[in-house]
């Protein structure tokens, strides 16, 4: 495999994505009809060669991670850069669990009988070909090329340049597996340039790409969403609000904003902005933000908030837009219910809410009245990911509202198509 | 509304596409949160005044036929513009199917536990904006109109030119009837001008509009695609495929032929290639071609066709790629099952299929095998229709595998959304 990524590498971006795309068609129509069993070995054997092969990964991550330092790279850019022994027993598991969920391929989502007399049913079959670009994060290699091969799609991967050697390494490893099975490894290839070109020609490429997928920062994924002509699942960020309303329980309220701000602050279900209620913020304020202040967080408040919390820093209108993705929270008390629904309509992402409040009347209203992926009643909004809801493992989330919403798993990365049986009907 | 209309039509393009948007945008909130009984209230309305004003629409639909006599228009153009009393009724009729089906909305779609606690529901919602963009055929106003009304979606519609006082009118009328049941009458909104740019502004107006579906022939629908910038339903063509396999039953086979190419030839469902097993061609071939033949269909085979048939036009590779919409039929001997797969996925648009065969074994094959939105057996293709599939109408069929695939109907026009009902559940 390496000798033919050399030969691949000295072609001209566009025949090299139209190489890498036809390879992969190739292969998805082998993948897309192959057995759960098939598909499940072979995520096992990536497991296991992962494990087995925990030296050799550590290698070539050192190869990227001295370059990185040569570079004098961030050194959280090298954090998420390095392997461990440990992150990379992380990245067999989650393989591991991925084997472990049902077949998302061939399932009925529905059936039904008319009058003609045909059986109609519509059942789920893979997508195509998926493009992965991210970050320099290792395991996004595995991730990615688990999940597409779980839902019987080919993936094209390209990750982030200084992360290179660890994601040509992994490639292999799980080609080597595909192999092992009977699989073609087109099934999973990286883009072997980092000739920036070639990701604006795959995103371009209408008809061999279904759809692409962008893991990373603010940045890449503006680029992304500006430059592709073909699908895309994305969020470019997630300004996330908590609404503390009325009949807030104040200790649920405590707790839930703090572990929604705090418990990690760089995600992007983390909350950005607090909504609280003008007939509850005198009462609960002062704890929530003892809270938040002991815990290392910085507070930006409107005027009604500093009337009571007057040490603050002022909250402005670009901190209303903000995805601070840091020990930052921005607070506004609002008049009432509709002013919470509209403060979140006018500046969320789409991506996740919650209203903390015991008043099930309320609650209902919020659920139905906020137009984002995940609604949420008395709950973190750090609960926004696809691990969380059972889904395995997630490629992203998405804010869009076409096809896939919210986290993106397996079943995310599926189509449908309709089965119809006949005994002979023709149409009048 | 005229009124406003007229001072809309002295805006730029640009701004009346931002105009029209933003009051859609609006209208869309408060027509996706409301209830089933008020969204069905306005389509019975819809139907009473179509009926009501019937001599009216006749009117309008005359100053667009006179235009279109003037410009001496062809006169299958000149048919599909025309309104009739009939036509009329069954514009209204389709309204009251619509209204009549079940709450696309709201639906719970999946419902599970999670170990945290929390109780997480997929339910649906509407999707946003849609752009419809048709040829003269006014029916598709109101189609469209009531379908995304249904679904809770405001809709922008542009019609071909040609029947601009006909679409005008219809839109009017709908608007009307919003008014009668208090939702916004911007939730249906024509763009005012004939001026072509419009379209392009609308096509790429990313974020503004959700989705686009484009309902029409090749160009308009190639058009489309070509320039869109925002998702698009559609699909270019139908080459759809008619493969009669080993255990056809004959006369079955020599019916759903028939009808799958002469019931209508001008739908994007009607069989454009037969397939015919090798095995069974010298036995089913001649009684087959003969029906066809004598309902006025020209044939054009293979070399091994015209063995049989040698008094047949050749079909050259051309043949495979072409959707006639016309009374021509061209037919392919195949060496077995896997050949006639070969055949299909390399020249089908991903449309319709049906296979003929007494043979499970084969049936459940071809079903599994070919990617098509919809593959049938024992069945003629021009059942590939909304109102046939039981979704009471369609506002066009997509061969895109992401999120609509098939026949689009009010189902396919929601989006859906997480709910997560927790109990003050932080995570970990």
Redesign the interface.
Known sequence: MSQLNNAIKDLSVVDMIDYLTYEARQAQ?LL??SSHLIRCSALTKIAERIRALSKQIVAANQLDLSNANDKQLPSSFVDRLKLTPERINDMAAGVENIAQMPDPLGKTLSK?N???G?E?ERIS?S??TIGIIYESRPNVTIDAGALCLKSGNSAILRGGSDSFHTSSFLTELMQECLSYVKLPESAIQMIPTSDREAVNVLLQATGKI??IVPRGGKSLVSLVQEVA?V?VFSHLEGICHIYIAEEA?PE?AR??T???KM?RTGICGACETLLIDKSVSRDLLPDISDSLLKAGCELRGDEEVRKILPSIKKADEEDWHTEYLDAILSIKIVENFETAIEHI?KYSSGHTE?IITQNKNL?ERF???V??????????T??ADGG???MGAEIGIATG???A??PVGADQLT?????????????K
């Open positions: 129509v897309g009809q039904w008319v009058k003609s045909l109609i079959t997508l195509g279904d759809v002509r699908p329980d649920m707790e839930i703090l572990n929604a418990r309509n919650s609650a659920l139905t009245e137009d984002s992926a995940i609604v949420m009643t008395n709950a973190s750090q609960f969380e809801f059972g509202k076409l096809h919403r919210g189509s449908f198509k309709y089965i119809v049986r006949g005994h002979g009907e023709t149409r």
